[in-house]
C-alpha cells in the first residue's frame, strides 16, 4: 500500500523561505509520478506542481520562479523548495503520488504553511 508522508510547514514573514519534504513508500511500480498541491482556507485545491518519470517538472504559473521541486530518487523524497513566500501562499500543503499515466492519487495528511505580511 503506497503511504505518503510531508513535513517541514511552519510559519515564515513574506519574503522568507521554506522546504517541504514528500516521502513515499510502499510502492512496487515504475513509474511514479509526485506532485505539490495545496488549498488555502475556503477555496478549492490546486496544483502548485508536479515532477514525472523523466524527473521533468512543472509549476503552477502563480509560482514559477519562486518554487522549485526535486527528487532524491534514491530516498524516493520528492521537494519543495518554495522562496520570496507571499501570504497569499498561505495554505495547507499537500503532496500526492500516482502511477504516471494514472488519475488516481495517493495524499499525504498535510502541512500547514503560513506566511505572515
Known amino acids: 500500500q503506497v503511504q505518503v508522508v510531508e513535513s517541514g510547514g511552519g510559519a515564515v514573514q513574506a519574503g522568507g523561505s521554506l522546504r517541504l519534504s514528500c516521502a513515499a513508500s510502499?510502492?512496487?511500480?515504475?513509474?511514479?509520478?509526485m506532485g505539490w498541491f495545496r488549498q488555502a482556507p475556503g477555496k478549492e485545491r490546486e496544483g502548485v506542481g508536479s515532477?514525472?518519470?523523466?524527473?521533468?517538472?512543472s509549476y503552477a504559473d502563480s509560482v514559477k520562479g519562486r518554487f522549485t521541486i526535486s527528487q532524491d530518487n534514491a530516498k524516493n523524497i520528492l521537494y519543495l523548495q518554495m522562496s520570496s513566500l507571499k501570504p497569499e501562499d498561505t495554505a495547507m500543503y499537500y503532496c500526492?503520488?500516482?502511477?504516471?499515466?494514472?488519475?488516481?492519487?495517493?495524499w499525504g495528511q498535510g502541512t500547514q504553511v503560513t506566511v505572515s505580511s
Open positions: 510502499g510502492y512496487t511500480y515504475s513509474g511514479l509520478c
Open positions: 500526492a503520488a500516482w502511477r504516471c499515466g494514472f488519475s488516481s492519487k495517493v
Open positions: 515532477i514525472d518519470r523523466d524527473g521533468m517538472t
